[in-house]
């Protein structure tokens, strides 16, 4: 079964720091771009980043760039996303989503606030 | 970039077609045939519905089909039905290699 599971959420101050994983399962992680994508409660989906399936590109929402950097590592199945300088509008449940956005994580949900 | 351009709401009874549209610009839609659409319920994650303009993935329902024009495209939902009901957004790759979302559309069956 192809899934992917998030994790690394949780409460940070503004202008701290956070990392988010996705470990993937169910198929060829290696042959695959990855995406993240947020949904600020209430309201709709924002496209955050995507890496190609051997990390050598990676595009940015101009929001983000700058703050945050995508990464992975096809030997563990797993794609991250480090986010700095957080801002209160970053604020959102974050989803992981494969290739052609065919299959997404349960999300995991990134909270700023002092 | 700005979030292409969805009705907030769309309404139909069971049985009856509805189409929901999205508009963006030729740095989006229009440029490329890359547009997909994903349905949402309530607290759970989107579903890839539509992708391509108008593929649909394999063993999904083909009461959803999509279609393109210009800078315009659309998702057809045909002969509703009440688990329909949920929120819809289009999505397109945009000519910066990044990809843009829809603001969304809730749709209601009466």
């Known amino acids: 079964e192809v899934q992917l599971v998030e994790s690394g959420g949780g409460l940070v101050q503004p202008g701290g720091s956070l990392r988010l994983s996705c470990a993937a399962s169910g198929f060829t992680f290696s042959d695959y771009s990855m995406h993240w994508v947020r949904q600020a409660p209430g309201k709709g989906l924002q496209y955050v980043s995507t890496i190609s399936s051997n990390g050598d590109s990676t595009y940015y929402e101009n929001s983000v760039e700058g703050r945050f950097t995508i990464s992975r590592d096809n030997s563990k199945n797993t794609l991250y996303l480090q986010m700095g300088s957080l801002r209160a509008e970053d604020m959102a449940v974050y989803y992981c989503?494969?290739?052609?956005?065919?299959?997404w994580g349960q999300g995991t949900l990134v909270t700023v606030s002092s | 970039q700005s979030a292409l351009t969805q009705p907030a709401s769309v309404s139909g009874s069971p049985g009856q077609s509805i189409t929901i549209s999205c508009t963006g610009t030729s740095s989006d839609v229009g440029g490329y045939d890359y547009v997909s659409w994903y349905q949402q319920h309530p607290g759970k994650a989107p579903k890839l519905m539509i992708y391509d303009v108008s593929k649909r993935p394999s063993g999904d329902s083909n009461r959803f089909s999509g279609s393109k024009s210009g800078n315009t495209a659309s998702l057809i939902i045909s002969g509703l039905q009440a688990e329909d009901e949920a929120d819809y957004f289009c999505?397109?790759?945009?000519?910066?290699?990044?990809?843009?979302f829809g603001t969304g559309t809730k749709v209601t069956v009466l």
């Open positions: 999505s397109s790759y945009t000519s910066r290699s990044t990809y843009v």
């Open positions: 989503a494969r290739g052609l956005f065919d299959c």
